[in-house]
């Protein structure tokens, strides 16, 4: 499973993770690993919903 940072989406931009707080957006991953990302909290706190493909 890929790991989640602060600084995930924002390093080198200049942008921080409080400047657009709080970070929504939609996974989509392999399948079988839905279980796998729904436990995991800060996946789920950052995710609307999650998608396997």
Known sequence: ????TPTSFFEGT???MEDIA???FF???P???KEDYQNNSIWMA???A???E
């Open 1 to 4: 499973m890929p790991t989640i």
């Open 14 to 16: 200049g942008t921080s």
């Open 22 to 24: 709080p970070l929504r």
């Open 27 to 29: 996974l989509i991953i």
């Open 31 to 33: 399948k079988g690993c």
């Open 46 to 48: 950052h995710a609307i």
């Open 50 to 52: 999650i998608f396997e």
